[in-house]
């Protein structure tokens, strides 16, 4: 069978695009690098990966000039139809300020660049995401941010939490950036988009340090081949 | 028209650029129990006259200049 292709956005100022296509194509997808002034996905796209880095120098907030990119809506559009998309860092954050996660990364708490592997739980194993994990596990992926705290008013933190919206924490009352419930990666109400702050491209090798990243982009590969196969026969 | 827009961390949000200004002032001797960093955004538009200038601010603050989760506006509009 072809490789599932799988769109990575490359913003100005992305600078784990390639990274992340690489852990990609190791896991089977065929990558193909997408540049934010693109308004159409590549053919046969099956999922997206919106990257770390700091698209616009991070101005005014992280995230808030990438949303207006001519590509975000053609990620919006395939998010719409169930397509499966992981904001990495950056790319979280991105998806926060684009309205099409809940919540907003804030300043560290410590104020400080987090760089360092943590442990995250993974709560919920029905995800495209996560089906290769299970509930419970921990997994060990690095972090690198400074704006990472996650955010919501307390009402719509306690309706994720019910609706199951919150799919990684950071494990072992480690707390890592004052991220609200220790929220490490949240997914929308349907489930087809994920952002999280630990970098599952810098965790595919055990050479690294962890593959456990190779769970969670492995399972994005398994998830883009069935989404394409099912837009092929619409 | 000129106008300015401050964005202001909302009320109750963690501010920890502020509490970092906050022990800096101390250790200068300030007795300053609070600190708040926000932003000023300084611009000048094309507008038909201030409500025209007021609704469009309002939605540039909506659509980027600031996060209502997280922050809040305010805007003053010179007639000059």
């Given at each position: 069978m072809a490789r599932p292709v799988v769109a990575v956005v490359v913003f100005p100022g992305s600078n784990d695009d390639r990274d992340a296509a690489w852990a990609l194509g190791a896991l089977g997808?065929?990558?193909?690098?997408?540049?934010?002034?693109e308004h159409e996905l590549p053919p046969g796209t099956g999922a997206i990966v919106l990257p770390g880095g700091f698209s616009y120098g991070d101005y005014l907030r992280c995230g808030a000039m990438a949303k207006l990119a001519p590509a975000m809506s053609a990620v919006r559009q395939?998010?719409?139809?169930?397509?499966?998309?992981?904001?990495?860092c950056n790319g979280f954050q991105i998806l926060c300020e684009a309205k099409l996660l809940p919540g907003a990364l804030?300043?560290?708490?410590?104020?400080?660049?987090?760089?360092?592997d943590v442990a995250v739980r993974v709560e919920r194993a029905d995800t495209p995401f996560t089906s290769?994990?299970?509930?419970?596990?921990?997994?060990?992926?690095?972090i690198k941010h400074g704006e990472g705290a996650w955010y919501v008013d307390e009402g719509r933190f306690m309706q994720l939490g019910a609706r199951g919206q919150i799919v990684l924490?950071?494990?072992?009352?480690?707390?890592?950036?004052?991220?609200?419930?220790?929220?490490?990666?949240?997914?929308n109400e349907t489930g087809n988009v994920l952002g999280l702050m630990p970098h599952p491209e810098h965790a595919v090798d055990p050479l690294l340090g962890s593959a456990d990243g190779?769970?969670?982009l492995a399972a994005v590969v398994d998830a883009a081949a069935e989404h394409a196969f099912a837009l092929s026969r619409r | 028209m000129k106008a300015t827009v401050l964005v202001r961390p909302k009320d109750g949000i963690l501010d920890p650029?502020?509490?970092a200004v906050q022990g800096s002032l101390r250790k200068l001797?300030?007795?300053v129990s609070q600190v708040r960093v926000g932003r000023v955004i300084d611009l000048e538009l094309e507008a038909e006259g201030p409500n025209h200038a007021r609704m469009q601010l309002e939605r540039m603050c909506s659509e980027l200049l600031a996060n209502p989760l997280i922050e809040s506006v305010q805007f003053r509009i010179e007639d000059a």
């Open positions: 997808a065929e990558p193909v690098l997408l540049w934010h002034d395939f998010a719409s139809l169930g397509g499966p998309v992981l904001g990495i804030r300043p560290n708490r410590q104020l400080e660049f987090v760089c360092r290769r994990c299970e509930v419970g596990q921990e997994l060990v992926i690095p924490r950071y494990a072992g009352g480690d707390d890592v950036n004052g991220s609200l419930g220790a929220v490490a990666g949240v997914v190779g769970l969670l | 650029q502020g509490e001797g300030f007795a």
